[in-house]
């Protein structure tokens, strides 16, 4: 990927608003100490990858290869850390592209949300 594509951006965001953007009311989203937002520019990558498929879509699937890799390295640091984490993807992506103010054409792929580990799953 061109070394454009990447870029990292920190945002104070209310954590209800985050809520908010869930499709199934995801708690994790208001209560994760952090959320860590993996977002890709599609276009960028469609047209990097253009000529690999007849209908110029490559690009997608390297974006969902690259963010399942960088959301399990980030869930495993996580962990190694002692803390816990969760990927969530079922989000409303205009409605949090907009809370987020992402520059288009930037489109969340997914969060990772970063808090204490639950007592449940403490031990694992
Ligand atoms: C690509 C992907 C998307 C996910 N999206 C959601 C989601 O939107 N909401 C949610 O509660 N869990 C989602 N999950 C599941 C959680 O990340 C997590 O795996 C699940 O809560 C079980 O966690 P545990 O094994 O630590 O209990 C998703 C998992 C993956 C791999």
Redesign the pocket.
Known sequence: MPDALLGAWRKAIAPEALRAT???D?A?LEHAAVVLVVAADYEAANAHFFDQQPDGRRGERYVHIEA?AV?QNM?LATLAEGL????????DARRLADLLALPAPLQPV??FCVGAR?E??AG?
């Open positions: 869930s499709l199934a995801d994790w399942g959301l869930h816990g984490g969760v990927i969530v993807a079922g989000f997914a969060l639950a449940a799953s694992r």
